[in-house]
DNA sequence: GCCGCGCTTGAATCACGCT
DNA sequence: GAGCGTGATTCAAGCGCGG
């Protein structure tokens, strides 16, 4: 099988392991992994109201010992080195029950850690004995196949999720539940779903539209999810033909938004003109004494002023600074201010505004 | 040197694992370690008697680097071992440089991991080059010496620091500056000095007063300081005579105060005297032939026997025993049955003759 | 339709001391 | 050391229901 004959968008039934031996050498952009955590739990575990924790006791996650669980994870990161690109990096998932195993066998394999991301839990599970602290954090370990190799990093877009600042190496996301959670007859259709948003920044971070993906423990599917609707292309390898179903009807619902008006366009444009909340006002777009809304709210309003602030409550200020005050928490304005499109007869957020802005002084320099 | 000779609330000149193969072993019960971990700059640390060759490739060099710091690992981490009381624990501080190593390291050795802690830097050095993620967290491992043994957690403690809610893994704490940060002539006098914080959480969450905390990298010696706040002994090990001199006068100058009237002081209620329920059949507060009533029911009842046990249903075993069959969960049977004051007219929790009997001998004792 | 309350649930290495 | 009896212990969200 040569680069060209790559499975591109497909689940690919199987031992990872053997799959990846089967595909293309140095031929991904990217790999996420999130390998059996060999969680080794023993008897039950009940809340203090009376009932029992439904943990995670899958067969996929049974080994023996450390060393069977090593051997494991030496010959799947081997394989992982040899179909990644030399520009290529991989990120794994895991917690303290194996992720300082799967860290040091990573630098073993001659992988270079380019950083350790923990993602903070904001609805973990309580420790309901009192005898630990709560465990409210994954690790995540992203590296990179040669040190000191070209690799992508989108700075920007990473700024730009985040409130204009760097992104850290701490990410505070909820635990995948509600809707997104996939169920099947009521029950989770697989016990360690992972978020959309985290894949959102893995994959927004760390590859451009295009690139291939590939998730050696594809379960649920949530790494093609997002990678489609980011419009990178991605490959599954999942052992478990009921999750490879589930995984492929849910893709398959994916549909992509336009590429172009998306933070899934950024690459390391540094240059990217900042807007000023002004600009808007000069345009005509938005008009000095128009309300705007806060989150959308019929109570929560402000008045733009001819200097292109804001006006609430006798506060004047950015729509940042405003917001912040609102909401008593660092506040990204554009994110969260509306205004009423009199046409559409409906609230429209200003960051739509933003964009339209930004299309244009980009056509006009092209 | 036995146990009686150890030398606490001082600090001991010298190589850590030579000084920790000095002292008795099963003696302290708490260690924390920031090992040093840039191999490069502080090789010399952990291997005075290699020489390296030159000529030597890149792939060679660098496994010996990693050889090399495992194996000072494992020394310094088995006379840890070695020191500690079985039911001893110790704490790791790293970054990805090395905590995945000592991790490994750490489970190979038998130690049992309880938590791994991520401590969120509120003001974290910027990335300057916009390359990878800011680094915003160090990691801290917590073990236990042997798996299932007994060791000390104060739960209710750390649920007080934590705005009555229990204590989480992730910590979000600052950095050490100001004051607080130690300066010879302006210059920081050591650098990787530790927040008094992160090691008063450390030293609280896992020791009672009086107990014994070593610390084998002593550097500026935070961990004696917060340990002598906190009326814990201490025992610091540290090569460098400048951090000897530095960190004995840090010490000197700390008051500690009252035990009783802070967190540091240690009470919960998992320690406090357990009550036989034949206690109040002996004090005359329940009688032998009277009826109590499951979680207030009319119609789930039991009789109590002269032995202090209950019969319902042709069941007869302790509170707990049957309240366990009723709910088909485990059970408290303190906070479910209740009895009927007649004074009152009225069921009451029999938790209430508990809290009674509880007041009573302690204020006989006192 | 909205609000508030109650029920459910989650990658979890989940007790301890006395006999 | 094993067995056994006592008894300590939960947070954030989503969802459904009733007012």
């Known amino acids: 099988m040569d680069a060209s004959s790559l499975p591109l968008d497909r689940i690919l039934q199987g031992d990872c392991i053997e799959v990846m031996q089967s595909l293309p050498e140095k031929s991904v952009d990217l790999i996420f992994a999130d390998p059996p955590y060999n969680l080794q739990l023993e008897g039950e575990l009940w809340r203090p109201n009376q009932t029992r924790v439904d943990g995670v006791d899958d067969e996929w996650d049974h080994f023996t010992d450390f060393a069977e669980y090593d051997r494991f994870t030496r010959q799947w990161l081997t394989a992982c080195r040899r179909v990644l690109k030399d520009t290529g990096t991989i990120w794994v998932i895991g917690t303290y029950h194996n992720i300082y195993r799967v860290g040091t066998i990573l630098m073993d394999l001659d992988f270079w850690i380019l950083n350790d991301i923990v993602w903070i839990k904001t609805n973990p599970m309580p420790n309901f004995r009192g ?4 465990n409210a954090h994954e690790t995540l370990l992203w590296a990179q196949k040669i040190k000191g190799a070209r690799y992508t990093f989108n700075y920007q877009a990473m700024k730009l999720l985040n409130d204009g600042k760097q992104m850290r190496s701490d990410w505070q996301l909820p635990r995948c539940v509600g809707k997104e959670r996939i169920r099947v007859n ?3 259709a697989h016990s360690t779903q992972k978020p959309e948003a985290l894949l959102y920044r893995v994959i927004l971070s760390s590859t451009r539209p295009g690139d291939v993906v590939l998730d050696p423990f594809f379960g649920s599917g949530t790494t093609g999810a997002v990678a489609k609707q980011t419009h990178r292309h991605w490959i599954g390898i999942e052992r478990n033909p009921a999750y490879v179903a589930i995984a492929e009807a849910r893709i398959a619902a994916v549909q992509p938004p336009p590429l172009h008006d998306s933070l899934a366009s950024w690459e ?7 807007v000023s909340f002004l600009k808007l006002v000069e345009k005509g777009w938005l008009k000095p004494g128009q309300t705007l809304y806060f989150d959308s709210s019929a109570r929560l309003t ?8 804001l006006q609430c409550n006798g506060l004047t200020g950015s729509i ?6 609102l909401l008593h928490a660092p506040c990204n304005g554009w994110l969260h201010w ?17 964009e339209r802005y930004l299309r244009e002084i980009s056509a006009a320099g092209t």
């Open 131 to 134: 005898v630990r602290f709560t």
């Open 338 to 354: 509306y205004y009423l499109d009199e046409a559409a007869g409906e609230k429209r957020p200003i960051d739509e505004l933003r």
């Open 320 to 325: 940042h600074q405003v917001g912040r005050e």
């Open 186 to 188: 009521g029950l989770k």
């Open 302 to 309: 402000a008045t733009i002023t001819p200097e292109g602030v």
């Open 268 to 274: 390391n444009r540094r240059t990217r003109p900042r």
